[in-house]
């Protein structure tokens, strides 16, 4: 998420753009306007909260993602609104690339896909790849605009050519969580940083894919955290699977990933600006990179009055910070000893007039379901809650209804003789047949309800190898199994109309022995009279067709 950022133009004047509801904020010149989103036709004021912003066309246009899967442009030198287009997905990043001169606006949504369309044409959206089955974090291009970096929540960095980003060069790998937010060091993105609910800000080397040093927050949690967490403080954070804690279960529920890294801002001289959920404590870190020697160590942290939302640097020793109302920016310089110099940024009527326009709007609730704190995790849990649940409803409650009326039925007519051995023998077949698939049934129907209420199967998607072998299995045991039973010669000539004496007393019309008497069964259309015992008895009569030779 990138509600908050800032650019100087060309006559030297320092713009910050804040994202609200339904509008962009301009502040320049201790002067505050809003872009904002036309009504609707309906007087439709509905909330829709500015997810993603970027500057194009050299700093003269305006983009924004919001919440309610749009993005919008304005032309920042008139104010006007010029267009919008609706995504399918919500967009969790927005970045800007520049390719001949030409400005792409490329965005990443919770479907895990990447889409991106030239500055100028908005209602041109061209599919670029992404990361199938997963959700898009973080999406990013390098000053040079050679490098696209973008991050999703199984764990890894993307790493593909720009503007070719059909060309993947590789993967960053080895974040043991969801990866939230991403940062170039230098301009040709030799050196990126990233942060995620492992707790962990990693220093990586592009060109080598290799780990050039890590700083860890496990354990470091301010006390200061926020009451929305206070209750849930005692949970322990996301598995992270060091060999000195042993091997762990990965845990990708957000609630027990605590108080994770998801925001990073990088300065031009390294300067490494960490936020953390739930936490009012800004950690300040320092890389330092070369061929040699790569480090990344801490260099200091502040604390605000409530937790941040966004942070962007305006210098490479001021940083600007986001917060909710009723603070809404504040600027800190964190060249030693960090310290608010808000003032020699803005006047008091800056935000007066932020107040003014944003109001309770920009409430700590409203910024952080924006963030995707809880609707991501929520409509996640939902969707996979219901498709399981509704794979237990039919693979339990049906089976359930087949064994009482199976039970119903063996009540109802016990004591009655069979009509013939061969009803008897069919009614034995398709009752195994059943069985089978009823267990079968019952086997899935227990899988697909210990996933919704364990979440095993959902978290077994995050290794591939372990997945595909889980789904096999379970396919061979309760689809395989029970088809290659229903396939079998008997249970075939059962569901058919078929004479089954050949099943009962040999195979074909052919002759077979048993217990001293030679049966050969050519058709059975009536009854068996005497079926029942035919050891060493004599059977006078089966049908018009039928006939037996007394070998005696």
Known sequence: MKILQSFRKEDGTRVFLLGGNRAVLVIANNEVSRLALPESPEGDSSVAFVTNV????????????????????????????????????????LARGTVQGQD?????????????????????????????????????VNEENTLFASCDRDEKVKLSSFPIMEEVQGYLLNHKSVVTSIGFIDPAGKYLVSAGWDHKVILWNTNTFAVLDEYSFKGTES???????EAASSEPAAPVDDAEDGEKERDYNEASAGNYPFKI?????????????????????KATTSDDNSSLEFAGSFTTDVQPVDAVFISETEVAVSLP????????????????????????????????????????????????????????YYETTLMYLTLSAFNLVLPVLWIALYLYLAIVFSGFPFS?????????????????????????????????????????????????????????????????????EKVLQSLSERDLSFLINGSGAQAAESNGQLVVASRLEADFQRLSDHSGQTIHKISPSGYILDTE
């Not at 006390?223 to 967490?229: F, G, I, K, M």
């Open 325 to 380: 109302h009723p603070y809404y920016i504040r600027v800190f310089d964190v060249a030693g000893e960090p310290r608010d110099v808000t003032e020699n940024v803005f006047s008091e009527a800056v935000t007066i007039a932020l107040q003014s326009q944003l109001g309770d709007s920009f409430s700590a609730a409203n910024l952080f379901k924006s963030l995707g704190f809880e609707d991501d995790k929520m409509d996640k």
């Open 104 to 140: 792409i606006i490329i965005v990443g949504d919770k479907a895990g896909d990447l889409w991106g369309f030239q500055s100028t044409q908005m209602q041109s959206l061209g599919y670029l790849g992404g990361h199938p089955v997963t959700i898009v974090t973080d999406v990013l």
């Open 223 to 229: 006390s200061e955290s926020t009451n929305a967490q």
């Open 420 to 488: 013939t051995a061969m009803d008897k023998f069919r009614l034995r077949i398709l009752s195994q047949l059943g069985l089978v698939w009823t267990f079968a049934r019952l086997g899935w129907g227990l899988i697909a309800l210990t996933t919704v209420l364990r979440g095993w199967l959902v978290e077994a998607s995050r290794s591939r190898l372990f997945y595909s072998v889980v789904l096999v299995v379970i396919f061979i045991l309760v689809e395989a199994v029970p088809i290659l039973f229903s396939l079998q």
């Open 265 to 285: 801002t990088v300065s031009a001289n390294g300067t490494v600006v960490v936020l953390s959920k739930n936490e009012k404590k800004v950690t300040i870190l």
């Open 54 to 93: 970027c500057v194009a066309e050299g700093n003269n246009a305006v983009f924004a993602t919001f919440d309610d899967k749009s993005v919008a442009k304005w032309d920042l030198t008139t104010k006007q609104f010029v267009g919008k287009a609706n995504l399918k997905k919500k967009a969790n990043a």
